[in-house]
Nanobody, 121 residues
Framework: VQLQASGGGLVQAGGSLRLSCAASGRTFSSYAMGWFRQAPGKEREFVAA????????YYAASVKGRFTISRDNAKNTVYLQMNSLTPEDTAVYYC???????????????WGQGTLVTVSS
């Protein structure tokens, strides 16, 4: 599986962005998908995850209520809608695919290249 993340950019605090992650291959619907992020000087952290069917989602406490993960298995794409952004959300965002149970840990099988989100104050 190859993953291509897009949609990052510069946004003012309080604004919104939608990230997309397009996956190659015919088995996308078999994979749980996750979003992680890494801010400068910090470790990579979990943001959100969605089960293969889309019926179960997990969120980090820091983004719950502001971010929404979703997927379109017909388009082999997972999304991360980010609202009410703050400068603390500035990071490189990575999508990842896992053939197995949904998890908040970074134990994913495939990773995209990352897309930079910068939130100005």
């Amino acid at each position: 599986v190859q993953l291509q993340a897009s949609g990052g950019g510069l946004v003012q605090a309080g604004g919104s962005l939608r990230l997309s992650c397009a996956a190659s291959g015919r088995t996308f619907s078999s994979y749980a998908m996750g979003w992680f992020r890494q801010a400068p000087g910090k470790e990579r952290e979990f943001v959100a995850a969605i089960s293969s069917s889309g019926g179960v989602t997990y969120y980090a406490a820091s983004v719950k209520g502001r971010f929404t993960i979703s997927r379109d298995n017909a388009k082999n794409t997972v999304y991360l809608q980010m609202n009410s952004l703050t400068p603390e959300d500035t990071a490189v965002y990575y999508c990842a695919a896992r053939y197995g149970p949904l998890t908040r840990s970074p134990e994913y099988d495939y990773w995209g290249q990352g897309t930079l989100v910068t939130v100005s104050s």
